[in-house]
């Protein structure tokens, strides 16, 4: 979910299916969110703000990372994802999270936090740069700042030879595009660490598989905001079959289409 209220209309929504869809989306990512966080120096007892929290699963993650002597505090704007998030942490016995519902701007502590991280969230905001110094300023001397976000270029490219994958992912691209986000912001990572202010980030791209299974879903999720903006998704045909007939195509030449690429960038602020 969105984090600011300067964002422009999240394209994903709010419903029970885009939560389970991120839940869903979590298993492929947390392994690789996990490896981030870790090489980024997060560790037990740190107190971690994650940034447009959603229905929980980073908060989860750290959760485990920081231990008991640590807290993880979620900033989460919508009502409803906040309220799978708690009943979540509810329901894993942990007593280390709490959640805020908030913008970014109004986060609400009273001494630094030893980290703050964030996933599939700076893509959504008009101003990363200047969120990510903002941020920063919330984080201790030497503390982590820790990012992930999809880039969406090598997966344009490993779609389009294939007709079907090549519509979807135009569809997909187009709705967020009018929509306000930018899905290739990963790929200025350095730039963006060094404009808000801090230190050489480290960056790293990992590609997932099973995009054919992703796709279906987070078309599902967008299908109102692509109405809105006047996109004709009925040239995709059947979403029933859309997963099927997606594996087919690339079947046909015995190739896989990764899901776009996990970028991860952190750095540590400056001791002075």
């Known amino acids: 979910m969105t984090g600011s209220s300067s964002a422009s209309q999240y394209a994903l929504g709010s419903t029970d299916a ?20 870790r ?4 560790s037990p007892g740190y107190r971690v703000l994650d940034i447009g929290s959603g229905v929980g699963d980073v908060a989860l993650l750290l959760a485990r990372l920081v231990g008991r002597a640590g807290e993880v505090v979620g900033v989460e704007r919508d009502t409803s994802s906040i309220r799978r ?20 701007s109004q986060i609400p502590t009273d001494e630094p936090f030893d980290a703050v991280v964030g996933r599939y969230i700076l893509i959504f905001l008009p ?21 992930q976000e999809q880039d969406w270029g090598s997966f344009v490219r490993h779609a389009r030879p294939f007709p079907l994958w090549s ?19 990963a790929s200025r990572f350095r730039e963006l660490f060094h404009d808000a202010g801090l230190p050489m980030a480290s960056v790293r791209t990992d590609l997932l598989v099973g995009a054919e299974e992703w796709i279906p879903y987070l078309l599902q999720s967008i299908h ?14 059947d979403f029933d079959t859309l997963s099927q007939r997606l594996h087919a195509e690339v ?16 750095s540590r602020k400056s001791l002075k």
């Not at 885009?18 to 966080?37: A, D, G, K, Y």
């Not at 090489?39 to 997060?42: C, D, T, Y």
């Not at 990363?128 to 990012?147: I, K, Q, T």
Request: aromatic residues 6%.
């Open 127 to 147: 101003d990363p740069v200047s969120v990510l110094h903002s941020l920063s300023l919330l984080v201790r001397a030497g503390g982590v700042v820790a990012f």
């Open 39 to 42: 090489e980024a120096g997060i």
């Open 167 to 185: 519509a979807a992912v135009s569809l997909i691209d187009e709705t967020f595009r009018q929509s306000g986000a930018n899905l290739y912001l």
């Open 85 to 104: 998030a708690r009943n979540r942490i509810a329901q894993a016995g942990l007593h280390n999270v709490t959640f805020a519902q908030c913008d970014i």
């Open 251 to 266: 079947a046909t030449s015995n190739s896989k289409i990764p899901l776009p690429s996990l970028v991860s960038a952190w």
């Open 224 to 237: 109102p905001q692509m109405r809105r903006c006047n996109l004709r998704i009925e040239e995709l045909g």
């Open 18 to 37: 885009e939560h389970e869809r991120l839940i869903r989306q979590s298993q492929w990512v947390n392994p690789h969110t996990e490896r981030c966080f």
